[in-house]
T-cell receptor, first 121, second 111 residues
């Protein structure tokens, strides 16, 4: 399957600082990437859809200014948690779909990055 | 509101036994996906079901999709400890717009 790489896998930061998480599609181009948040023992919550070359689409209740998403190229999307607080501590996972040339979709299967565990002290 | 419901939420079973996990969803969708998540890890794709009646098997796991009943099943045959994980189903009802995940089924296979 397609490979999505996420970095860092773990990050610990002080309250008030900003943290950037990178998500890369290694062997395919991804015009769209998705960012999820997962609380302990819970399901995945979609935060936003990241679109290459345009603004991200945020889900209801997700603060755009808190969670900045940039999708500058077809292989890279970043999530920046700004002014992080302990309640932002969570497991963040990015995902992407394989697109055929010309933007057509293949099976529609989502491939997930390894996830980033954020702990805000 | 679109709902994706899995049951059971927790499943403890002995090795060698069979069991089925159910995934019901509340809207039309021709696509359904099953994923596995190990503790502290990300999601691993298990099955992609793209049409009504689709059945796929991999090892001791078999997944099926009935789009008319809005139901997918994940059947476990002769469970082994290595299958212990959380299993998620997900639907994509609006064709590549977004995925909706079930709550997950935590499976514990006792040796």
């Amino acid at each position: 399957g397609a490979v999505v790489s996420q970095h860092p896998s773990r990050v610990i930061c002080k309250s008030g600082t900003s943290v950037k998480i990178e998500c890369r599609s290694l062997d395919f181009q991804a015009t769209t990437m998705f960012w999820y948040r997962q609380f302990p023992k819970k399901s995945l919550m979609l935060m936003a859809t990241s679109n290459e070359g345009s603004k991200a689409t945020y889900e209801q209740g997700v603060e755009k200014d808190k969670f900045l998403i940039n999708h500058a190229s077809l292989t890279l999307s970043t999530l920046t948690v700004t002014s992080a607080h302990p309640e932002d501590s969570s497991f963040y996972i990015c995902s992407a779909r394989v697109s055929l040339a010309g933007g057509l979709i293949n099976t529609g299967e989502l491939f997930f990055g390894e996830g980033s565990r954020l702990t805000v002290l | 509101e679109l709902k994706v419901e899995q049951n059971p939420l927790f499943l403890s079973m002995q090795e060698g036994k069979n069991y089925t996990i159910y995934c019901n969803y509340s809207t039309t969708s021709d696509r359904l996906y099953w994923y596995r998540q190990d503790p502290g890890k990300s999601l691993e794709s298990l099955f992609v079901l793209l049409s009504n009646g689709a059945v796929k098997q991999e090892g001791r796991l078999m997944a099926s999709l009935d789009t008319k009943a809005r139901l997918s099943t994940l059947h476990i045959t002769a469970a082994v400890h290595d299958l212990s994980a959380t299993y998620f189903c997900a639907v994509d009802p609006y064709n590549f717009n977004k995925f909706y995940f079930g709550s997950g089924t935590k499976l514990n296979v006792k040796p």
